[in-house]
């Protein structure tokens, strides 16, 4: 298949994922999209995922997008994201929190390399429990808020930390908050961090139940309100402990915020855009019943406090004031993100893209070929499609990579 087969646009048929943390309404208060059965919809997918593959309509026939770009990659990708990557190297989408996700760390590209090769050699099939690597790749991820959106992202600064234990004054762990006063820098939280997620028994048994007592009689600040909910979704872990650990923060509609490897993060409630490298590796540090490897999350957490002034992306402005594109810039080649106000835009690709109607009919034209998208569709444009017309009745996400 050449440039010349493939349409300039490409409707997508997006597959849901329906994870037990998901929202049972969202997608359908947001987007009108049904949920007959009444099961949580946790994400929609957008992408050439294996685990989840958007499907498209070429020449009559319904295939998975991953066929369509293995049949004509230069033409769906690029040249040089066909040799950079070898594959989409992005997956997009919405994400739809209604309890919390577990605390989660992405290794670095060198880690997940090592790592992955390291278990297959070790013979760990690729779907145990126990199996930390997925793929050899990095998954950074950003996050753009739809509604209220709350999180957890990074370490606070060491002396916010201390003062919120010590505020709790929690006697089974005393001695490890007297350490972290003592030895306030990266190997010292390392160390804090580590105790915390090894404490058992009746040591973790009455942290747990102080810092409880405590929350409940605090429920007018959002890091004690924050515990209590969490408390009732997993009772007795010790992610419990989190909040006081991480910057808790609540981005609001059209706020975004990047998350780089090796930082702890989690996502607490709340429906947002999510783009990130085409990865499935996670390391996880609580708030979850899964496998928790802590020396190998220890070995890719950088424990170094995120300044506050790091935990939004603040947008690029381009275009008259009032009516901008906005473009969220990452350090990262793998994807970019930008959306769109509402009017007539002329954009051309570099790369493949995934187009997502945010709140308006969308058409997408280029010489006699037009594609209309309703609130909550998406397109994929190949990158052979060159120059083209955004006509938007309101804002449009626009996901795409770097080479």
């Known amino acids: 298949m050449s440039s010349r087969d493939l349409p300039s646009f490409l409707l997508m048929q ?13 997608l359908t208060t947001l987007f009108g999209i049904p949920n007959p059965t009444g099961k949580p919809q946790a994400e929609l997918w957008m992408g050439a995922h294996p685990n989840g593959c958007s499907k498209v309509t070429l020449v009559g026939s319904t295939q998975k997008l991953s066929a369509v770009i293995d049949t004509a990659p230069i033409a769906a990708l690029g040249e040089a994201t066909v040799t950079r990557f070898g594959s989409l190297p992005f997956l997009f989408k919405v994400l739809c929190a209604e309890k919390a996700l577990s605390i989660q760390v992405h290794p670095s590209k060198a880690q997940a390399e090592a790592g992955f090769a390291k278990e297959e050699a070790a013979g760990i099939p690729i779907k145990a429990g126990n199996r930390n690597y ?14 209220p959106y709350q999180a957890m992202n990074g370490f606070r600064a060491i002396p916010a930390i201390l003062a919120l234990f010590e505020r709790v004054k929690l006697a089974a762990i005393a001695d490890l908050v007297t350490a972290l006063a003592a030895s306030q820098n990266e190997v010292g939280l390392q160390h804090f961090f580590h105790q915390l997620l090894i404490l058992q028994g009746a040591r973790k048994e009455d942290a747990l139940a102080g810092l409880l007592a405590y929350a409940a009689a605090h429920q007018d ?63 996880r540090a609580g708030l979850t019943p899964k496998y928790i490897d802590v020396a190998e999350l220890l070995d890719c957490t950088r424990c ?45 690709t570099t790369s493949a893209e995934i187009l997502f109607a945010i709140d308006g009919t969308v058409t997408l034209k280029q010489g006699d070929e037009t594609l209309r998208l309703e609130k909550g569709q998406s397109a994929f444009v190949p990158a052979a499609t060159g120059h083209y017309q955004l006509l938007a009745e309101g804002r449009v996400a626009r996901a795409g990579n770097r080479c």
């Open 14 to 26: 997006n597959p849901i994922q329906g994870y037990d943390w998901g929202s049972h309404d969202s």
């Open 134 to 147: 997925k793929d050899p790749n990095h998954k950074p991820e950003l996050v753009f808020a739809l509604t």
């Open 221 to 283: 600040e959002e890091t004690f309100a924050l515990i209590t909910s969490l408390a009732a979704q997993y009772p007795g872990d010790v992610g419990l402990f989190s909040p006081l650990l991480l910057n808790v923060v609540t981005l609001q509609p059209g706020q975004a915020m990047f998350l780089d490897a090796c930082t702890p993060h989690a996502y607490v409630r709340g429906t947002g855009l999510e783009i990130m490298a085409n990865s499935d590796n996670v390391l």
């Open 304 to 348: 170094l406090p995120k300044p506050d002034d790091q935990i939004l992306l603040a947008p690029r402005h381009e275009g008259m004031t009032g009516n901008t594109v906005q473009h969220f810039d990452v350090p990262v080649p793998d994807f970019t993100f930008s959306v769109y106000p509402a009017g007539e835009h002329g954009l051309t």
